[in-house]
């Protein structure tokens, strides 16, 4: 089989590259070959045969019919200007988040084939009352041009699957922590960095109150949900294909309470409150909490604890715990 | 002030024009200027020197451009490509439905003003179990390419409105009846249709079982609340500009023994059950039940009964009561 990675010189898409290599393919079949799409790589390329690394903007046509040009079984749709870029550059969110999207889709449209897509959307589609829980029939009302742009594309991937053109399954993620790396433009980026930092000895601060809580899934568990999401039977997706992925509701003094516990004192003294009205603005509105039965049900998975999420983070970057 | 409506040559634009050259005016002021805009108009055009006529395509960003060379203080957009043109033709409904509604979002960025838009979406946004209550929470999760694009320009309506281009308020039109005049290619036409056609001797048929509900505003109680809409203080929205209008649920059996009250056998033998599975696959997936408790604290409004809908629609077209 052949499949594609949009946003695969991510961080997501890399892990989600190696990953399928390692495992050889999906439940419909062998990988054969494997196409990463992104603006630029990093030098740790993947040394395989059957991968391929084109560079190129996803909004531009004639970079995406030549993606497409050996139909795909599989498009994992990663590719994403990061909220807090898309708050500040209305035009570039909306030419990547959106535009390009509907582009992929209207590709797939003209292909013989109709190729399952497991597009990441987010649950910064949703926004407002922060102390309602979010259910599997509750109204996107983003507060950011980031949320209005992915839950533009996920009623489009809904409408593209029913009428026949793709497959889609469209995952909102939760906050992603501890992403490794350094800090990118994601409002969101405290919250790994608050972890992640520290560990490496380095000063991190949070722009939010300590007792602010959210929604938040492991890099491990989310290469996982996007893997049974291209493996899970469409039958069971029963017409909607948009699914709230299960995580954890955690605050920042819960994260910080845990990390102090795994590795003292002398790492968390480097957190600190640095109140910052913009990220505010946008990651005030994400709830924090959702009842996610459908995906549950469906056999997504969630991590167990925040203690989990931070001995994982810290084994899988051979951190040492001090 | 000056006033646009976008789908001016259609039927409840038309009588929208009316209403305000009666009213003089909205509550924001005086009624200096009103341009219609549709692709054609029929020949009963109003004589008032306050109205122009433009006939042209809205997704001509020339068109559009020369209809905001004057900026207006209220939008009032109902042009659309009808549900079951949109779901038959994909791009144009993609074209005319979205696209369009996007230029006129960013052509009003660029403008110095800030115009309020008062937006015509549909409660054909919402799809799938129909035994449902809608609230104002609900996910739409459109089961036609109409509501999803309709969905989506909701989203952006939001959005532009939240960053400052303009004051958006978007109203979720229940299914009107009594349109007058001929069918139309809406898959609710029907609706209509079988009080309608019967009332002018005219055969009239239904394609779904008796008991099918749905969800219906006449069109007199539409453009008092396009006008409420226009009229509303700002605040009152709280930064979620979608409105799920009032409405009444009925059946089909109750709007035929409804007219068979007032008009009497004679007239309803004359409405048939013809099952249709294109028109089924479509208006099977509204749901009939909604809870508008937000619409209804904001000042929108409903018909008192089938039978006042029926009688209001006889009284406005002088048909003469058997």
């Not at 910064?124 to 509750?138: L, M, N, P, Y």
Request: charged share 25%; net charge negative; with cysteine.
């Amino acid at each position: 089989m052949r499949i594609i990675i949009l946003g695969g010189g991510g961080f997501i898409g890399k892990r989600l590259a190696s990953e399928l290599i390692q495992k050889g393919g999906l439940a419909q079949g062998e990988l054969k070959h494997l196409t990463l799409v992104d603006v630029a790589f990093s030098e740790d390329k993947l040394r395989d045969p059957r991968v391929e690394y084109v560079e190129g903007d996803l909004s531009d046509e004639t970079v995406m019919r030549n993606i497409l040009r050996h139909p795909p079984d599989v498009i994992f749709h990663l590719a994403a200007i990061v909220s807090g870029e898309a708050e500040k550059n209305l035009d570039l969110g909306m030419k990547i988040n959106f535009h390009a999207s509907l582009l992929l889709l209207e590709l797939c449209r003209e292909l013989l084939i109709r190729p399952r897509i497991v597009f990441s959307s987010s649950c910064g589609v949703f926004g407002g009352d922060v102390s309602k829980v979010i259910t599997d029939d509750t109204a996107p009302k983003p507060r950011s041009s980031y949320g209005t742009e992915k839950a533009m594309v996920e009623l489009l991937m809904n409408d593209y699957s029913r009428r026949g053109f793709v497959d889609a399954r469209t995952l909102r993620l939760p906050t992603i922590a501890v992403r490794p790396g350094k800090p990118n433009a994601a409002t969101s980026s405290f919250i790994s960095g608050i972890i992640r930092e520290p560990l490496n000895g380095i000063p991190a601060s949070y722009p939010v109150s300590p007792e602010c809580a959210f929604w938040i899934l492991s890099p491990k568990r989310v290469i996982q949900n996007l893997i049974h999401a291209a493996n899970i039977d469409e039958k069971l997706l029963t017409g909607d294909r948009t699914i709230n992925l299960p995580g954890l509701t955690v605050s920042v003094q819960e994260m910080i309470s845990n990390l102090e516990k795994i590795a003292g004192n002398d790492v968390t003294k480097l957190i600190t409150y640095e109140p910052d009205a913009f990220l505010q603005s946008i990651v005030l509105t994400w709830p924090p909490h959702f009842d996610t039965q459908r995906a549950d049900k469906l056999g997504f998975v969630r991590d167990e604890s925040v203690d989990e999420i931070i001995r994982t983070y810290i084994e899988e970057e051979g951190i040492r715990n001090k």
